[in-house]
């Protein structure tokens, strides 16, 4: 299993890399922490070098 990003979504729909190099767990549980503060903003989880969609925390999908 490679590394992990942790990805992040404004109110504009621009995306920004929060983290990258994690492993897994770590990456899941920093989103799930940055999602926790209540910020309007998405925050998801990706493998590294892989363009997949937003996923919430918990690594359920989400709409974007």
Request: proline letters at 3%; hydrophobic letters at 40%.
């Amino acid at each position: 299993m490679g590394t992990h990003r942790v990805m992040r979504q404004d109110d504009n729909g621009n995306r920004f890399l929060v983290a990258k190099g994690l492993d897994p767990a770590e990456a899941r549980r920093m989103a799930a922490e940055f999602e926790a503060r209540g910020h309007k903003q998405m925050y998801w989880v990706e493998e590294d070098g892989a363009a997949v969609g937003p996923e919430s925390a918990d690594g359920s999908v989400r709409n974007a």
